[in-house]
């Protein structure tokens, strides 16, 4: 599975880094990287949360 942010309408609100930490990260500047791609099963359920706190529905997940 794979996974990306629409930086587009991302307000860097930091809550997918919350639920998943290996994957989004927020910088000291309020940037957020997708620090992978890749969702590995081990952190499939982390990312499918940040999906659901994701107030602006910017996560993507594709098989
Ligand atoms: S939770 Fe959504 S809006 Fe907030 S930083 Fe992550 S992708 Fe952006």
């Not at 927020?26 to 359920?45: A, F, G, Q």
Request: one cysteine or more; charged letters at 30%; hydrophobic letters at 40%.
């Amino acid at each position: 599975m794979k996974v990306d942010v629409n930086f587009q309408v991302c307000e860097s609100n930091g809550l997918c880094a919350g639920a998943a930490p290996q994957v989004f990260d927020l910088d000291d500047d309020d940037t957020l990287h997708l620090l992978r791609s890749t969702v590995t099963p081990d952190i499939e359920e982390q990312v499918r949360d940040a999906v659901r706190q994701c107030p602006r529905r910017a996560i993507v997940l594709a098989e």
